[in-house]
């Protein structure tokens, strides 16, 4: 088959490529419905995090299941299922727990921009819709498999309570996410702060009742201006980066929650710093297994549509174009189509 290979910054090939098959009992083929770039994949596209090899691509997936292995019993061919990025076998004490991406057993799932995707630990890993979805319901169930369960496991680390105040940090798809993850937690009033016109439109549309541009030290400025000087009660940090965070920290009122779930690229925080501004942090890869069955269901009938995140579709074989068009930011995300 033919699939996605980054060789190294800029050079993403769509070249030939094994074809998935069984390899153990847990195993479940996948022929996918849809895929997608994530914001993630620019680090390495990028050239931040460093490919020394050639490297398949992709963490996001849904599709028609095409055969299962032996020890397979609770996924069956012909079920349309979404999945995490990591595999889990969701019955260790860590998933029981609800942190799947801490899994005794996980797998990083890597090969997702491609026709056909081999999931392992299938019956931890893989949530089935209730029927076959139709075509229009497809972006937002992808969403489902990464960027809103992120958006979400922000929201819910950050302790987001009704009638809270909530700022966002972040504008691209999981923090538009997050947006829409802290009103359906009945948060009271959102602050998504961004510079770019497209999000501001997508992150009101989603919730947010106020838009800040500034960053920094005038970003945190601009929040306690907001707050009449207290501070968000609960902040999503959906970047990674030093800034991003400790923006975050120092828009958070005393005793109030930071979820931060953008991966982190040089962050490091001033322990003293940190000891005095009485926030709580909580945060990491987001155990998006946790959260699929609710979302699904949000999904299946009709109360949140985060496939609005999706403002680019195009062809698998254009998949090129996808990472240029985010790298460029003339997407918010680009959605793909085997």
């Not at 098959?21 to 994949?41: E, F, H, N, Q, Y």
Request: glycine fraction near 10%; hydrophobic fraction near 40%; charged fraction near 20%.
């Amino acid at each position: 088959m033919l699939g996605t290979v980054l060789y190294g910054p800029r050079d993403v090939r769509f070249e030939e490529r094994d074809t998935p098959t069984i390899l153990k009992p847990t195993d479940a083929i996948i022929r996918m419905s849809a895929t997608c770039v994530c914001g993630s994949d620019l680090w390495p596209y990028r050239g931040i995090n460093p490919v020394p090899e050639p490297t398949p691509m992709g963490h996001e997936y849904c599709g028609i299941v095409e055969e299962v292995g032996s020890a397979v019993t609770s996924i069956k061919p012909g079920q349309f299922v979404i999945g995490s990025f990591f595999a889990s076998d969701n019955t260790c004490p860590h998933c029981q727990a609800g942190y799947q991406t801490s899994c005794e057993q996980k797998e990083i799932i890597s090969t997702a921009q491609a026709p056909i995707l081999r999931v392992s630990l299938a019956d931890g890993t893989l949530v089935a819709t209730p029927d076959i979805p139709s075509d229009d319901l497809i972006p937002s169930l992808l969403a489902v498999s990464d960027v809103m369960g992120t958006g979400w496991f922000a929201a819910a680390a950050a302790n987001v309570k009704p009638g809270a105040t909530i700022a966002v940090v972040g504008d691209g798809a999981v923090g538009l996410l997050g947006v829409l993850s802290a009103k359906q937690m009945g948060a009271e009033r959102i602050i998504a702060m961004s510079r770019h016109e497209s999000r501001q439109r997508l992150a009101r549309e989603f919730g947010a009742a106020d838009i800040v541009a500034e960053r920094g030290d005038e970003g945190v400025a601009r929040i306690k201006e907001l707050t009449d000087g207290i501070g968000a009660d609960s902040v999503l940090e959906c970047v990674g980066t030093q800034e991003s965070m400790m923006q975050a920290i120092r828009s958070t009122q005393p005793g109030g929650y930071v979820g931060y779930v953008g991966v982190p690229h040089g962050v490091e925080l001033n322990g003293e710093a940190l000891f005095y501004s009485h926030v709580h942090l909580h945060g990491g890869p987001a155990p998006v297994r946790r959260f699929l069955p609710q979302l699904i269901d949000l999904v299946w009938n009709g109360k949140i549509n985060p496939g609005k995140v999706f403002d680019l579709t195009l062809p698998l074989d254009q998949v090129a174009e996808g990472y240029r068009a985010m790298d460029e930011r003339r997407a918010i995300k680009t959605l793909l189509r085997p």
